[in-house]
């Protein structure tokens, strides 16, 4: 999963980035893409691991795109550099400003920066479907592929994202290829200064974040920043003289599974215990192609045991002597924790 940090210049997206991410790479406007990858915190990996002692224990994984600020400072257009930059992302984290800042000549405007970035993907996505709208009618084009435009269109210019379109009504595999920006999952991110790190978003910004169908959170990267330098003892009574109950990786990491509709199923032994990300509806036998090629090919049956059953009985052999192991064919649709063995034959 490639999640690209976007915003506009000053809004500490770098440092956001830094904190996430580990790395120590140079604040300030403009610059290069950078990519860090982290892992994704699962207690569950955390107790598999403690139960089978692996040689190795492999967390999910999640990649973070710092995508260049536009220069300057203020609400200006996005080049069209950065704009393909942000159409190359799975998902959108947009970092605001909700602090005082030297190197800007106007006052910190969460709401104002939502409004303006959300103007911005409106723009790009109007100009792509209008072309690809006009070519389709000369080119005689399917008629579920027009329907699907001029569906589309008539949401953009009523100034609603994509996004807010239900699946039911849009078949978006006609859309792949196209960058659409407001079709892009997307997580706002109210970067704040350290006195209000644990303060609740504002209702009007609350409300606007779920009128464009996307998900919202507080942090503060300075604060982040330092309990990423601690250690981890120390960094629970950290959170809690701050008021917070666990880190923005934590809470990021949730909200952004929830948002991209993610889960996690999980394979276990003496060699490796490890996480593996797949969307929510995934059949068993798609969900072993994660694992490698050859098990999708030659898929048998899923022997499955969901983690809370494996937690109930001890181990896997408990959990089948007691009927609780499932063997599940190809069409099975993989829940969060289960813990699976791909039987196959290549």
């Known amino acids: 999963?490639?999640?690209?940090?976007?915003?506009?210049?000053?809004?500490?997206?770098?440092?956001?980035?830094?904190?996430?991410?580990g790395l120590d790479v140079p604040v300030g406007y403009g610059g290069e893409l950078r990519i860090g990858t982290v892992r994704v915190p699962d207690q569950r990996i955390d107790q598999l691991s403690s139960i089978f002692s692996p040689?190795?224990?492999?967390?999910?994984?999640?990649?973070?795109?710092d995508v260049p600020g536009e220069h300057g400072g203020g609400?200006?257009?996005?080049?069209?550099?950065?704009?393909?930059?942000?159409?190359?992302?799975?998902?959108?984290?947009?970092?605001?400003?909700?602090?005082?800042?030297?190197?800007?000549?106007?006052?910190?405007?969460?709401?104002?920066?939502?409004?303006?970035?959300?103007?911005?993907?409106?723009?790009?996505?109007?100009?792509?479907?209008?072309k690809r709208l006009e070519r389709a009618k000369k080119e005689r084009a399917e008629p579920r592929e027009i329907e699907a435009f001029e569906r589309m269109l008539v949401t953009l210019e009523e100034i609603q994202p994509i996004r807010s379109i239900p699946e039911a009504e849009l078949d978006r595999e006609l859309l792949s290829g196209y960058g659409l920006l407001s079709d892009r999952p997307l997580l706002v991110?109210?970067?704040?200064?350290?006195?209000?790190?644990?303060?609740?978003?504002?209702?009007?910004?609350?409300?606007?974040?779920?009128?464009?169908?996307?998900?919202?959170?507080?942090?503060s990267a300075s604060v982040e920043a330092a309990i990423s330098e601690m250690d981890p003892d120390d960094q629970t009574a950290f959170l809690e003289d701050m008021g917070l109950t666990e880190s923005a990786l934590d809470r990021f990491v949730r909200t952004?599974?929830?948002?991209?509709?993610?889960?996690?199923?999980?394979?276990?032994?003496?060699?490796?215990?490890?996480?593996?990300?797949?969307?929510?509806?995934?059949?068993?036998?798609?969900?072993?192609?994660?694992?490698?090629?050859?098990?999708?090919?030659?898929?048998?049956?899923?022997?499955?045991?969901?983690?809370?059953?494996?937690?109930?009985?001890?181990?896997?052999?408990?959990?089948?002597?007691?009927g609780k192991l499932q063997v599940e064919g190809k069409d099975y649709v993989v829940q969060d924790g289960d813990i699976m063995h791909i039987r196959f034959n290549v």
């Open 256 to 322: 952004a599974y929830g948002l991209l509709d993610l889960i996690a199923f999980f394979t276990v032994g003496e060699d490796e215990v490890r996480a593996w990300t797949i969307r929510r509806g995934t059949a068993a036998r798609q969900a072993a192609g994660r694992i490698h090629s050859d098990l999708e090919r030659g898929f048998i049956r899923a022997e499955v045991t969901p983690y809370e059953t494996f937690m109930e009985f001890g181990s896997e052999a408990a959990a089948r002597d007691a």
């Open 189 to 219: 991110a109210v970067n704040r200064d350290e006195d209000r790190a644990s303060d609740p978003l504002p209702p009007e910004l609350e409300v606007r974040i779920e009128e464009l169908g996307a998900a919202g959170l507080a942090l």
């Open 75 to 130: 609400r200006t257009g996005l080049s069209p550099k950065g704009l393909q930059q942000i159409r190359e992302q799975e998902a959108l984290c947009l970092v605001l400003r909700d602090f005082p800042s030297s190197t800007s000549d106007r006052d910190a405007d969460p709401l104002g920066d939502l409004e303006a970035f959300h103007t911005e993907c409106i723009l790009a996505d109007l100009g792509i479907v209008e």
């Open 1 to 21: 999963m490639k999640i690209g940090l976007v915003g506009f210049a000053g809004s500490g997206k770098t440092t956001v980035f830094n904190t996430m991410t």
């Open 55 to 65: 040689k190795k224990t492999t967390y999910a994984e999640m990649s973070f795109c």
